[in-house]
C-alpha cells in the first residue's frame, strides 16, 4: 500500500477563552418570564457565560485566546503567516476584528479578515485555511471564532435570550503529511433562512436611527421552530453524507455538532446512528456561541482525541449555512 503523504492541514494547537461572569437560568428567571426547568428541558442549557468588561468588544477574549495559544507553544508572532476570524459580532462594521486581533498580537506578515457564515462560521473558515495551506501560499495560520452574543440579544426577549452565550476560541494549522488532518468538507447554504433568523437593522438596508433602536431592531430576530427544523434535516444530511462518502461507520468516530438545543443534538446523533458517548455535548454551562461553538467544542475535548482520531464536525445557522467537515486528529495529548 503507498503510503498517503498528501499535504493536508492540520489542528496542532488549540485555545479558548470564556468570559468569567456565568449567567444562570435562575437569574434569567428574574429578568423574564421563564425558568429553569423549561430552558432545561426544551433546550438544555443551564448556565452561560458573558463578557460583562466594560467598554470591549469580541476580540477582547479572542486575543486572549491566541496569545495563549502563542505563548503555550512557543510561537512568536512572526511564525505566523495569518488570521481568519469568523464572527457575526465583531468589534466594528469595520476593520475586520481579524486585523484588530492581528495587531493585539503582533503578528504582521500576514492576511487577516473575517468570515461571517453566522453559526458555521467555524467550519467554512477552517476549510478556507486549509485551502491557502494545502496550496502552499500560507503554513501557519490561525482560525479564531468568536462571539460577544450578548451584544446583539434582547434581554426582554425570553425566545431568544436563554439561548446563547458569549466566548472565543483559536486553532493554529500547519501542513501534514502523515493522512490526518482535513481530509473532507461539505458546505451548503439557502437563501430562504433570512426570513428565519436575521437582524432587522443596522446593515445597509436599515442603518441605525433612533427608530430602530426604539423598535429594538438590533438584535437577534429568530423564528425557532423552522430552524429547528432546518437544523436537524440538513446537519443530518450533510453528516451522513460525509460519513458515506468517506466510508465511516457511526462507532468509529467523534461527532462534534453545533450546540443550539439539546434537542437538535440527539435528533441529528439518532439519525446518524450515533451512540450517545460519541456525540460532544457541553452546552449546558456553554450554551450556542454561534460560529466559536465547535472550536470551543474541540477544545473542551482535546484531551479524549489520540492522533488519527476520526472527528465529524457540523453546524447550522444564519444564511441558512451549514455544512460538515471530516478531520483526522494529528497531535497526541493536545496541551
Ligand atoms: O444557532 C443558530 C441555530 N439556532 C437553532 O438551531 C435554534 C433552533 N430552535 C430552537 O432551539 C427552539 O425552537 C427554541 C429553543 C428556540 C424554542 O423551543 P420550542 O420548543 O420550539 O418552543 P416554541 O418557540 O414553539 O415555544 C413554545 C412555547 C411558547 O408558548 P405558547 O405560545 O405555546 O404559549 C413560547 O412562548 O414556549 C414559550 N417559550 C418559553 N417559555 C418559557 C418560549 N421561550 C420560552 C422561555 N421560557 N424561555
Known amino acids: ?57 469580541m476580540s477582547y477574549m479572542a486575543i486572549k485566546a491566541v496569545k495563549t495559544l502563542l505563548e503555550k507553544n512557543n510561537l512568536q508572532p512572526s511564525d505566523i503567516d495569518g488570521i481568519i476570524c469568523s464572527t457575526v459580532t ?8 481579524a486585523a484588530i486581533i492581528s ?13 461571517q457564515v453566522g453559526c458555521a462560521g467555524f467550519i467554512h473558515a477552517f476549510k478556507t485555511a486549509a485551502l491557502y495551506i494545502e496550496s502552499g501560499f500560507c503554513k501557519r495560520l490561525i482560525v479564531v471564532s468568536g462571539e460577544k452574543m450578548s451584544s446583539i440579544i434582547d434581554y426582554t426577549d425570553r425566545n431568544t435570550c436563554p439561548l ?31 426570513e428565519y433568523l436575521h437582524m432587522k437593522a443596522g446593515g ?7 427608530e430602530t433602536v426604539d423598535a429594538r431592531e438590533h438584535f437577534v430576530y429568530q423564528d425557532g421552530k423552522n430552524v429547528f427544523k432546518w437544523a436537524v434535516s440538513k446537519m443530518s444530511e450533510v453528516s451522513l453524507e ?27 446523533g439518532n439519525r446518524m446512528g450515533m451512540r450517545s458517548d460519541r456525540v460532544l455535548v457541553n452546552i449546558d454551562n456553554r450554551a450556542n456561541t454561534s460560529s466559536a461553538t465547535i472550536p470551543i467544542l474541540l477544545w473542551d475535548n482535546k484531551h479524549l482525541f489520540l ?27 493536545m496541551k
Open 1 to 57: 500500500m503507498t503510503k498517503d503523504t498528501k499535504v493536508r492541514a492540520a489542528i496542532t494547537a488549540i485555545e479558548a477563552y470564556l468570559p468569567e461572569y456565568i449567567l444562570t437560568n435562575d437569574e434569567l428567571s428574574r429578568m423574564v418570564d421563564t425558568s429553569d426547568e423549561w430552558i432545561m428541558t426544551r433546550v438544555g442549557i443551564r448556565e452561560r457565560r458573558i463578557l460583562k468588561e466594560p467598554g470591549v468588544g
Open 90 to 97: 465583531p468589534d466594528m462594521v469595520f476593520p475586520s476584528t
Open 103 to 115: 495587531d493585539a498580537c503582533g503578528i504582521k506578515n500576514g492576511l487577516s479578515f473575517d468570515m
Open 164 to 194: 446563547f452565550g458569549d466566548g472565543a476560541a483559536a486553532v493554529l494549522l500547519e501542513p501534514c503529511a502523515d493522512g490526518n488532518g482535513l481530509q473532507d468538507a461539505i458546505l451548503r447554504s439557502d437563501g430562504i433562512g433570512k
Open 204 to 210: 445597509s438596508i436599515k442603518p441605525a436611527t433612533h
Open 242 to 268: 460525509i460519513m458515506d462518502r468517506n466510508g465511516l461507520n457511526p462507532n468509529e468516530i467523534y461527532f462534534l455538532p453545533h450546540q443550539a438545543n439539546m434537542r437538535i443534538i440527539e435528533a441529528v
Open 307 to 333: 492522533k488519527g482520531d476520526n472527528l465529524v464536525l457540523s453546524s447550522f445557522g444564519a444564511g441558512f449555512a451549514w455544512g460538515s467537515i471530516y478531520l483526522k486528529w494529528a497531535v497526541d495529548n
